[in-house]
Structure formats: C-alpha cells, structure tokens
C-alpha cells in the first residue's frame, strides 16, 4: 500500500484547506481510512476517520470544522478543513491498512 498525501500549505486563522490523499494497494474498500496530525513537541493524533461504510469519526477538537470524505472508484481520502485555528498547525498524515503517507504540512497564521 502507498500513500501520498498533498493540499497543505499556509493558511490564516478562519481560512480553509483541503487535504487529498492518494492510495494504492489491493482491497483499500474494504478499510478504513485516516487522517492524524503531528505538532511539534506532541504526540501523533487521529483526526478524523471513515470506515468502509462511510461513517465517520472526528477528533473533539476539529468536530464541527473538520470533514472527512473518500472516493473508492480513485481510492482518494479527502479532508476539508474549515476554520482553521493556529493549533492546527501540524504535518498531516493519512493512513490505511496499517500504512502511512509521507505527510503534509499545514501552517496556520496570520
């Protein structure tokens, strides 16, 4: 399985971001998908979730904000991000089957 992560960058407080993420790899349908964060100085953090039902599961910090998607015919993973606050600067990893993408770094400031 590969994974390769893209759409972060710079951003101010209240603006938005979209991450995508491209997988490669057999039966990826039938897994869950994932977006974590990394600041820091901190520990790696799950963002947000969908499993292969499409239900979803968000981190209580970007609930609200936050929304994961997944495309199973391009065996994309997408996550929009609204809102943006300062804290959530970090580099952005997807995951699936156990497999991590290589990161992206979203940078919040004014």
């Known amino acids: 399985v590969q994974l390769q992560a893209s759409g972060g960058g710079l951003a101010q407080p209240g603006g938005s971001l979209r991450l995508s993420c491209a997988a490669s790899?057999?039966?990826?349908?039938?897994?869950?998908m994932a977006w974590f964060r990394q600041a820091p100085g901190k520990e790696r953090e799950r963002v947000a979730c969908?499993?292969?039902?499409?239900?979803?599961h968000y981190a209580d910090s970007v609930k609200g904000r936050f929304t994961i998607s997944r495309d199973n015919a391009k065996n994309m993973v997408y996550l929009e991000m609204n809102s943006l606050k300062i804290e959530d600067t970090a580099v952005y990893y997807c995951?699936?089957?156990?497999?991590w993408g290589q990161g992206t770094q979203v940078t919040v400031s004014s």
């Open positions: 995951n699936t089957a156990g497999h």
């Open positions: 969908i499993n292969s039902a499409f239900n979803t």
């Open positions: 790899g057999p039966n990826l349908d039938y897994h869950a």
